[in-house]
Each structure stands twice: as structure tokens, then as C-alpha cells.
């Protein structure tokens, strides 16, 4: 299983976390040995930890009551994990849902300290949507790929969408991404805008506590990239040895296969035509004889004398 000791191996991925966690811009780097250190000594995550109440009032929504952070706007984290894409009621907006983290849970646990009998759950986080037409990077590079600027679906940033496929970090579309990930449990590294929490009831009729907020960030790939190497070698099936007798005995078991399928072949072929009329045409040096014989009658149809027609052929001259 992949775990943020196997990720760490990775100085490529190592780099891309470093670089996604702006310091200058108080966002929070947990992709590393001593992230538990880091989080428990930030002045934000103290603030909301230790305040007494960090949320503001729950309002009501349809399904859910949400609690917004009041003492902070937002906490900002890089985190690894496992996700999954989740759709809602249209199939347009998209989340991303934790499904596991380490230090996702550290960070949940701090955010729900003051909370008494409630379930804790993980984090969805809403992917924000980009246009092409005010994205500059999004526009050109659409361009490029003769795709349109004005899609059906929400586009996500095409600087802020990439997947590692184990050598190389690569920016892709929205499309992309729901192609290679849809339906599956995947890992990543993202950074996430916290800034709110969720209370709902499941389907056991609990009551249950989610994070949520925006996606900024995202680099996305398969476990198996950060996997350490494994030496294998492809088995060859041989081609199954037969005997001669064998095989004579697979050669008239086809014969009489074909035999049997051309017998009920002309069996079928013979009863459509006896449902049908028989005509026969009889063409002498001048007379022609059409015999018209219905093959299937309600009575016996040897009381009845086929119908004969004479015709006298002329030779026309100009």
C-alpha cells in the first residue's frame, strides 16, 4: 500500500509539493517526514483547534447544516492521499472526496475537538471551474489542440490539473482526468482550502461531520507510480499437444457436424418452397405451356386437372 514514506521517494514529486506550498502565502506543506511537527506548530491551525467556538452558527441547507470558520477565512494545506471523484445531482460540478490521509485525519481531528457525538467522516472539496475565454493559459492551449472555447461542462485550469505517470508530471484537461480516474480510488497530492464543516445524517441515521471547501490544486496519479519496483516475468502458455487419434476423431466429429447442418439446411429449404406455388414454364419451337398447380390444397388434389393455356406465338416483321 502506498503510504507518504513511498511518495518521499520521489524527489520529482517532493519538488511539485514543495512548489505548490507558496510559503509567502500561508499555505501549509504536510508532504514531509515531520509534517505532524509542522501542522501542530502552525499559528492557523492553532487558532482553530484552540478557539472556543472556531465556527460561526450553523445555517441550514437543503440536506446539510454548514459551520464556516470565524477566527480564519480559510486554512491552506498540501496533502497526500487517496481520493475519489465525486459527481452531484447534475453531473457538471465536481468534488473531490478523501478517502484516506494521515494527515487529513490529524487535521479533521483538530477542526471537530469541541464536537460530542457525532461521527467523523473525511472531506469533499469542490474543484473551482475555469473559462478558456478569461484564461489565458487555458485559451492557448485549447487553441492549440483545436479544441472549443465554450464547452458544455465546467472546465477545470489546465495549470492546476496534472497527473504523474510515474516519470513525469504532465498538465491535462477536466477530460482527462475523468477518463483515467472516474469510479476508481486514487492518490494525489492537492492542496486544499478548508473552510467550513459539514453536519448531515447517513444512511444509518447518524449524524456525521465532514470537512469541506475548494480544491486548488491537484497532481493526480495511479498507486501503483509510487509503488517500489517489482522484478516479474510474463508466462507463456504452450499450445496444448494433441494425438492422432485425437485429432482424427475431432475431423469426422466436424464432418458429420456439417453433414447434419446441410441435411437441415435443404430440409428447411425444401418446406418453404412446398408452401409456395409451383410454376413451370415449357417453351416448344411455337407454343408456349404455363401450368399453374397449387402444391397445397383442403382436398384431395388429384380431383382437380391443371389448368392449361395455349399460346400461339407470332413472328413480328416491320
Not at 456525521?208 to 495511479?222: A, P, Q, T, V, Y
Not at 522484478?231 to 499437444?241: R, S, T, V, W
Not at 453433414?259 to 413451370?280: I, P
Amino acid at each position: 500500500m502506498a503510504n507518504l514514506d513511498c511518495v518521499l521517494e520521489f524527489p520529482v514529486l517532493v519538488d511539485a509539493a514543495s512548489n505548490m506550498a507558496d510559503p509567502h502565502s500561508g499555505i501549509l506543506n504536510l508532504v514531509r517526514k515531520d509534517w505532524k511537527k509542522v501542522l501542530h506548530n502552525h499559528p492557523k491551525f492553532q487558532d482553530v483547534s484552540t478557539c472556543r467556538p472556531p465556527f460561526q452558527e450553523a445555517t441550514d441547507s437543503k440536506n446539510a447544516s454548514v459551520q464556516r470558520l470565524s477566527n480564519v477565512h480559510h486554512l491552506d494545506v498540501v496533502i497526500f492521499g487517496k481520493f475519489s471523484l465525486f459527481y452531484d445531482g447534475n453531473k457538471d460540478h465536481h468534488f473531490i472526496t478523501v478517502r484516506e490521509g494521515e494527515s487529513f485525519t490529524e487535521i479533521l481531528k483538530g477542526m471537530t475537538s469541541d464536537l460530542t457525538g457525532v461521527k467523523l467522516s473525511t472531506g469533499r472539496f469542490f474543484v473551482e471551474a475555469c473559462s478558456p475565454l478569461y484564461c489565458k493559459p487555458c485559451r492557448e492551449t485549447r487553441l492549440e489542440n483545436r479544441l472549443p472555447l465554450i464547452t458544455k461542462k465546467r472546465e477545470w485550469c489546465v495549470l492546476k490539473t496534472k497527473i504523474y505517470n510515474g516519470e513525469t508530471i504532465q498538465n491535462v484537461f477536466r477530460s482527462d482526468i475523468e477518463n483515467l480516474f472516474r469510479g476508481t480510488v486514487f492518490c494525489g497530492i492537492v492542496h486544499f482550502q478548508i473552510s467550513s464543516r459539514y453536519f448531515y445524517t447517513n444512511m444509518q441515521n447518524e449524524r456525521e461531520c465532514r470537512l469541506s471547501g475548494n480544491c486548488k490544486d491537484m497532481i493526480l496519479f495511479k498507486e501503483v507510480n509510487v509503488l517500489p519496483r517489482v522484478d516479474f516475468q510474463l508466462g507463456q502458455i504452450g499450445e496444448i499437444e494433441t494425438t492422432r487419434e485425437e485429432k482424427s476423431v475431432k475431423m469426422v466429429k466436424g464432418e458429420n457436424d456439417y453433414f447434419e447442418s446441410m441435411t437441415q439446411h435443404c430440409k428447411r429449404a425444401n418446406e418453404h418452397e412446398s408452401r409456395e406455388f409451383s410454376k413451370k414454364i415449357k417453351n416448344s419451337e411455337e407454343k408456349l405451356i404455363i401450368e399453374g398447380i397449387p402444391t397445397e390444397l383442403n382436398r384431395n388434389e388429384n380431383d382437380i386437372n391443371p389448368l392449361k393455356f395455349d399460346v400461339t406465338l407470332e413472328k413480328f416483321t416491320m
